[in-house]
């Protein structure tokens, strides 16, 4: 079994901080890509940032220059620093990692339970 844990969620006034980790653990070999997804109400989940294994990074349009996504991959944790945070930034943020359990099983997709991000003055 694979878990992901997140922690770090809250509620921040507009141009606030905050930082959320996840935590994979259990049965694992690998992982690989690890990334955060939102999703607001009335609106499909979308990606945030992603992180390779080797460190390469990706962002949406809407948070480049105010998040920074990281990861520490002895610790298996995937983190997500949100600066500058914004009314539209309020979602349900949700982490996603790749990973396989043994070396000839398949690249499987876990996902997080989710941590609220609320940005509200």
């Known amino acids: 079994q694979v878990q992901l844990v997140e922690s770090g969620g809250g509620l921040v006034q507009p141009g606030g901080s905050l930082t959320l980790s996840c935590a994979a653990s259990?049965?694992?070999?690998?992982?690989?890509?690890m990334g955060w997804y939102r999703q607001a109400p009335g609106n499909q989940r979308e990606l945030v940032a992603e992180?390779?294994?080797?460190?390469?990074?990706d962002y949406t349009d809407s948070v480049k220059g105010r998040f920074t996504i990281s990861r520490d991959n002895a610790k298996n944790t995937v983190y997500l620093q949100m600066n500058s945070l914004k009314l539209e930034d309020t979602a349900i943020y949700y982490c996603?990692?790749?990973?396989?359990?043994?070396?000839?099983?398949?690249?499987?997709?876990?996902w997080g339970q989710g941590t609220q991000v609320t940005v509200s003055s």
């Open positions: 259990g049965n694992i070999f690998r992982v690989y890509t």
């Open positions: 996603k990692a790749a990973i396989k359990t043994h070396l000839w099983e398949v690249v499987t997709p876990y």
């Open positions: 992180v390779t294994s080797d460190g390469n990074t």
